[in-house]
């Protein structure tokens, strides 16, 4: 394809796809910091290239036969994100929010595929990871971003390069590395709720050999939810992080970089709106009526039963050491080692109401071990190798309380309630990899790979009850135990693609990837018959992809698109249903079920182009349809006004789109202006497996705004920025509980906030 056409092309694509999203590409050097204005002016007649490490290897994202999308430092700063969160709308197909009632989980599918429930004993759907480090649990992943040199989101299935396998996809961080010339930056912000930020970086060399760097944040603001009776505000920030690196590297042959970071957060509690009646059960007189939710928009007010002091706190650190030895020529060794710890100790008003029925604490400890090894290969032409073995040790203790005193009744008398859980969970995870990359003629290159992983769980668990007065005789110590017990499985996770390069600008692939997640124990099991058998099996995933890239020759315009097909099986459903209802003692479970089959298919888009001069336009457009093959739930089959419960798939809207645009215009002082608008789509998208109405978020749209001040001695940026424009209410996350009380509770997106921020580069 000639040059011009090929420019027409992806023009024309681009054209059709100014109603959907979009990510620009801004001029950085390679520690991430921003470049003088003059520089950044004239560089923004190109888009910048973009190295990406989604096979292990430093590659050009139009070169990689992976749907892969790819981040700079300035770029997430032009999407306004502040956390992992942030890059929400802006990647096909994810859906990245924060957590279900918590200030520093994360709830994220890609294509699909996730982990509605955010208890520990439920493995995550998507792997993060930082510099190449497997973070196990949702808990605490909610990053702040404050010392990022690029972050990667791989769409699809991860079974055969990362650390542990993943059935929706990846989300690599990769931070600064130390640079061998003295830098480094400050910068404060303020914003409307009370926000207040300091972040700082420095790095540079501490000897001959080695060097090192240091970066902090620290970021406060009041909450966006209050109580209107006391004034007391919700949902807001306090996180304090820092992280650290030393590299040494005594010659070309070998380096060794250590990595400590720290993090610790200590919040309010994180409060949504009921948007169900509740009820209590009255064991005399049936359901009683307790709380209608009031009509009308929500208005980011709320009340909780906790009382001061029954926050959310969080302590998260570790650190890991990377080693790489360039063993001959053609032979590479790298080594991860990395230790982590974790300590959440969170309340949780479950029901988000002043009742006292879905009220609980979480206090579990993390801790992991983790090594890799991996040998590279590179002939210098026709062929790549990766060979890895993998290991991680991981031990999850926790105790939980649950309080209900508003739930069971007696002829109107409110009986107190009191369940305590405590339990442990360990796992071992052991993997072999090997991976090639072979151009076997000119412009035609096939890769495969293969994974074996054997994963061994081991977990027990007691609960109890206590009841008050006048069902005092009715408590149970315990009430349900899971005997220590153990399980393994295995699986063999391959993937395939064949890739060819049409000319210098343009690459089509068609690949086939496996993935597994293992199977593990029910968390939730609080009736003897769940106890006896809490194991739920494995999930799997086959997805087969046709990619398209292309990159115009004078660097002004860029393509990617993606479609695909998913065979999902197996689906890890925690449900929510009542036993012996009307008894004295009922018993309200949460089985986990391996309930479903799901077909998922999609098409994707991502696009950016450079106008005229200085101008950035970039869109990101999804359309995804998941569906059900079968979703066995007991439920529906004894109850058919159930029978539409299972309609529609959690957190996979049909349709996503993103478009951005913005302008740097160049000042006669050699200092830059640039500003930039964005708009979001999302249509309608279920919030929880058991589908219910409440738990449903209509189509919408968020639109944000900024602008940016450069000097042009590059060390001056001013910047200020509105997110949610036009102060849109739109529900992220759901809790469903219906067994208890009927609770479904919504959380919802920040409203329209403002900021300013100012920085100084040295």
Do not use: C
Request: proline residues 5%; without cysteine; aromatic residues 12%.
């Amino acid at each position: 394809m000639k040059r011009t056409q090929l420019s027409s092309a992806i023009g024309l694509v681009l054209g059709f796809a100014l109603m959907a999203p979009l990510q620009a590409q801004q001029a950085t050097d390679p520690s991430g910091t921003v470049k003088p204005a003059a520089a950044k002016q004239a560089e923004a007649t190109q888009l910048e290239a973009v190295t990406v490490t989604a096979r292990r290897r430093g590659e050009a994202l139009e070169k990689v036969p992976v749907a892969v999308s790819a981040f700079t430092n300035e770029d997430l700063k032009d999407l306004q994100a502040n956390n992992i969160d942030g890059l929400q709308g802006a990647v096909p197909g994810m859906n990245i929010v924060q957590g279900r009632g918590s200030s520093s989980s994360v709830n994220v599918f890609i294509r699909g595929i996730g982990q509605p429930d955010a208890l520990q004993t439920f493995d995550p759907g998507v792997g993060m990871y930082v510099d190449d480090v497997y973070y196990s649990r949702i808990q605490g992943a909610l990053f702040s971003l404050f010392d990022i040199e690029r972050v990667e989101v791989l769409r699809g299935p991860q079974g055969t390069l990362y650390g542990k396998n993943s059935t929706g996809g990846a989300i690599k961080i990769i931070t600064k590395e130390p640079s061998n010339t003295p830098e480094g930056s400050i910068e404060g912000t303020i914003g409307d709720y009370g926000r207040r930020e300091g972040r700082f970086y420095v790095s540079g060399p501490l000897g001959a050999t080695v060097s090192g760097n240091l970066a902090g944040v620290y970021t406060r603001t009041d909450g966006y939810v209050t109580d209107p009776a006391t004034g007391q505000k919700y949902n807001n920030d306090n996180t304090k992080a820092v992280r650290g690196k030393l590299k040494w590297q005594p010659s070309d042959a070998f380096s060794a970089t250590l990595s400590a970071d720290y993090t610790k957060q200590d919040t309010r509690l994180t409060l949504g709106e009921a948007t169900a009646p509740l009820y209590a059960t009255d064991l005399a007189l049936g359901q009683v009526l307790l709380y209608t939710p009031p009509a009308g928009k929500y208005d980011f007010h709320g009340a909780t039963s906790f009382g001061p002091g029954h926050g959310q706190k969080l302590t998260h650190y570790g650190a890991s050491l990377h080693m790489d030895w360039h063993l001959a020529d053609r032979w590479d060794l790298k080594s991860i080692t990395a230790w982590r710890k974790l300590h959440s100790n969170s309340f949780i008003d479950i029901d988000a109401t002043t009742l006292e029925l879905g009220d609980v604490l979480v206090d579990f400890h993390q801790k992991q071990l983790s090594q890799e090894l991996q040998l590279q290969y590179d002939n210098g032409s026709n062929l790549q190798a990766v060979y890895g073995l993998y290991y991680l040790d991981e031990k999850v203790p926790s105790h939980q309380e649950a309080y209900a005193d508003d739930f069971i009744r007696f002829a109107g008398l409110p009986i107190d309630f009191l369940r305590t859980i405590d339990d442990k969970l360990e796992n071992k995870s052991w993997a072999g990899f090997a991976h090639f990359n072979w151009e076997f003629v000119p412009t035609w290159t096939l890769a495969a790979g293969v994974r074996y992983t054997h994963e061994t769980k081991d977990y027990w668990r007691t609960t109890s009850a206590f009841f008050g007065a006048p069902l005092q005789a009715f408590s149970q110590d315990p009430q349900a135990v899971i005997q220590p017990t153990s399980k393994s499985w295995s699986a063999v996770t391959p993937s395939l693609s064949l890739e060819k390069q049409f000319n210098a600008q343009t690459m089509g692939y068609v690949s086939v990837n496996r993935g597994f997640k293992s199977g593990g124990f029910n968390g939730r099991a609080n009736d003897p018959k769940e106890a006896a058998d809490p194991t739920f099996d494995p999930e799997y995933v086959w997805t087969y992809e046709l990619g398209l890239k292309m990159r115009s020759a004078d660097n002004r315009l860029q393509g990617n698109f993606a479609a695909y097909h998913s065979n999902y099986t197996d689906f890890q459903a925690r449900v929510s249903e009542v036993q012996n209802p009307g008894s004295a003692t009922p018993a309200f479970s949460f089985p986990v079920l391996n309930a479903a089959k799901l077909k998922i298919d999609g098409l994707e888009f991502e696009g950016a182009a450079i106008l005229g001069e200085g101008t950035r336009l970039s869109t990101q457009l999804a359309w995804m349809d998941a569906r059900y093959d079968k979703f066995v739930d007991p439920r529906t089959q004894y109850d058919p006004s159930l029978a539409d419960l299972h309609d529609h798939v959690p957190f996979s809207p049909k349709f996503t789109a993103r478009v951005a645009l913005a302008h740097t215009f160049g000042l006669p002082s050699g200092n830059a202006l640039t500003f930039g608008a964005d708009a979001s789509y999302r249509s309608d998208t279920w919030l929880s497996v058991d589908n219910r109405d409440g738990l449903m978020q209509k189509s919408y749209t968020v639109t944000g705004v900024f602008g940016v001040f450069d000097s042009v001695d590059g060390h001056w940026q001013l910047r200020a920025g509105v997110r949610n424009l036009g102060d849109k209410v739109y529900k992220t996350d759901g809790q469903e509980f219906s067994s208890v009380g009927n609770i479904q509770t919504a959380y919802y997106g920040a409203p329209r906030n403002w900021y300013f921020s100012a920085r100084y580069n040295f």
